[in-house]
């Protein structure tokens, strides 16, 4: 697993989770970007490449990490890969409570 953490100065938290090694050190950096909110325009001109090229690597990543899509980005990334919140002054740690039981009464 590869280790992937994002610093919200804005919101004073780090979020940390852990992705498979089938990223590229590329992707990483892309999926740290989108993370941190920009837009693939945004992405391009940061890192002096095509539109089309940032939109083709955020389709794989997509693809590799089984995010179906911009809307439920974060809920995917939530449910599959178990993002850690801490806040960044303290280091406290939270994780968002767990939606699902396992104990449901049926």
Do not use: H
């Amino acid at each position: 697993m590869l280790t992937i953490q994002v610093l919200y100065t804005d919101y004073k938290v780090k979020i940390t989770l852990d992705v498979p090694d089938d990223i590229t050190s590329t992707e990483s950096l892309i999926l740290k970007m989108l993370m941190q909110g920009m837009t693939v325009k945004d992405i391009a001109k940061t890192r002096c490449r095509s539109v089309k090229t940032i939109s083709y690597q955020k389709a794989q990543i997509y693809q590799k990490l089984g995010i179906r899509n911009d809307v439920t980005f974060w809920l995917d990334l939530q449910l599959k890969y178990k993002c850690i919140i801490q806040e960044a002054s303290s280091e406290k740690q939270y994780s968002p409570p767990n939606l699902i039981s396992s104990n449901s009464v049926g």
